[in-house]
């Protein structure tokens, strides 16, 4: 008789958790096909259709019993550049005496960008399906809130797609009341429904809390995820760069990465693969719930370079480009045109916490340039051809702005040529050739462009009586990325 208590107890629980899990997949549907649905012109910020947007999930908030975070309500309004807006912000209060007051907070941006060229862009995966998954991670994170030690923020961000504005004033707002530095980690949840097409869940961050990757993948159940340490993304920043490049709060960004139609009008909710977004659902909630719940759950202090504040003290840099050289004449007041080559190589950089920085590289470097037939000054140039190791140092004054770096350099540098020829003539160049050089660049991100000009100082021949003064002068363009 027991057994068989046993077994129908079992097996109501089965069907109780699948009828749970039937009804969730059916809520993510209805949330998501509302939010992305024509009739919401695309939720642009300050809207009247961005006010229906957010009065939808405050409905759903207040079914399932959340609580607001602030005094005056769950509405956090807000006005930046003519426009209104507002973010809505509730709590799931956690219940250890001491760990109640620390945070682990979830957010997601409810707004997107309109029209389009004229048409709707409904934003189903940017960002109707992080907001969709936030209401069902806030509702199982009530069910379970008995087991939460610390305190959940739930947040819906406005404003996000006009320059992460709702993010930045509650990270304002919390620093101005002293919570800021109770939250533990943040998490954005940003572009989420289109696992099945991306095959991986991304999940950036993992470097700025303790044990990261064990934590994440110990609760990714059958999905599979790409961890990766910090932020790096410049272009498709999220809301976590509020919270981490001022306050330093531990973040995670959660997203399927960028294969869907995301600000086009084709991102529209029949494209959401919602068997993904479900799984992805339950899984940054199993997360949330180990890291509210855990006592030694903290973050590792450290933060993404784009996060910092200020660049990185060292970077290697791997660069190559083309070349353009031309040879001057000193005594006929002369410079011959330049033809092209090429260059490759690596830098190594030194950057101070004032505006300098100290560099020295290393480059293969060839260099082309017409030169004039002394038999024949009106006739066709000649072609010279060198082949060099290039190393220059130098001294950069730039501003100290990890995300877009403007830069200039002043410098020397010396070559040593390894190989050389100039046509129908027999003059022997010099072997080391030295010179200063002045160069400007622009870094975003991992990615730079750099423009130097090269003038040498030393002659470019060394045979004695008869050979003509010559230097040679390069211009070079590079493209390069640092680690």
């Not at 005594?331 to 950057?351: E, M």
Request: net charge negative.
């Amino acid at each position: 008789m027991k057994k068989v208590i046993f077994s129908l107890a079992i097996i109501m629980a089965f069907q109780f958790a699948h009828a749970q899990d039937t009804d969730r997949r059916a809520r993510l549907e209805k949330h998501l096909y509302y939010l992305a649905s024509d009739s919401l012109h695309g939720r642009e910020a300050g809207s009247e259709d961005g006010v229906k947007a957010r009065a939808y999930i405050l409905n759903e908030w207040n079914q399932m019993g959340l609580e607001p975070f602030l005094p005056e309500g769950f509405e956090m309004p807000f006005t930046k550049n003519g426009l209104n807006m507002a973010n809505l912000v509730g709590i799931i209060p956690g219940n250890d005496p001491e760990l109640k007051d620390e945070y682990i907070l979830l957010g997601a941006h409810f707004d997107h960008i309109g029209y389009k060229n004229g048409e709707i862009c409904n934003g189903a995966d940017d960002n109707a399906s992080g907001s969709t998954a936030l209401i069902e991670i806030a509702r199982m994170l009530k069910e379970n809130q008995s087991k939460l030690k610390r305190s959940v923020i739930i947040a819906a961000f406005d404003g996000e797609e006009k320059g992460l504005w709702g993010s930045q004033e509650l990270a304002d707002r919390m620093s101005q009341d002293g919570t800021i530095g109770n939250v533990k980690c943040m998490m954005s949840i940003d572009m989420v429904g289109w696992y099945a097409k991306n095959g991986q869940l991304e999940i950036l961050g993992a470097g700025t809390i303790k044990d990261g990757k064990k934590l994440l993948n110990a609760n990714a159940g059958q999905l599979k995820l790409k961890i990766e340490d910090f932020e790096t993304a410049i272009l498709t920043a999220t809301d976590t760069r509020s919270f981490a490049k001022k306050y330093n709060v531990p973040t995670l960004h959660v997203f399927t990465g960028l294969k869907s139609p995301y600000h086009k009008p084709a991102d529209d909710a029949d494209l959401i693969d919602y068997d993904g977004l479900e799984s992805i659902t339950c899984f940054i909630a199993r997360v949330t719930e180990q890291m509210a719940s855990d006592p030694k759950f903290g973050g590792t202090g450290k933060i993404a370079a784009i996060h910092s504040g200020r660049v990185k003290p060292f970077e290697l840099g791997v660069s190559a480009g083309y070349t353009v050289s031309g040879i001057s004449f000193p005594d006929a007041k002369l410079t011959s045109t330049g033809r092209y080559g090429w260059t490759a190589g690596f830098t190594a950089q030194y950057n101070a916490k004032s505006l300098w920085g100290y560099r020295i590289g290393a480059f293969y470097e060839t260099a082309n340039s017409n030169f004039p037939d002394p038999t024949n000054p009106f006739g066709s140039a000649l072609k010279y051809n060198q082949t060099a190791i290039e190393v220059p140092a130098t001294l950069i004054m730039q501003n100290n702005d990890p995300s877009i770096r403007i830069y200039m350099g002043l410098g020397a540098n010396a070559r040593y040529v390894f190989n050389s020829s100039l046509e129908n003539l027999n003059y022997k160049t010099t072997d080391l050739q030295w010179g200063m050089h002045f160069m400007f660049g622009m870094k975003i991100g991992h990615i730079f462009i750099e423009d130097y000009f090269i003038g040498n100082f030393s002659n470019l021949f060394d045979t004695p009586a008869g050979d003509p003064k010559a230097r040679l002068d390069v211009t070079t363009l590079k493209i390069g990325w640092t680690f």
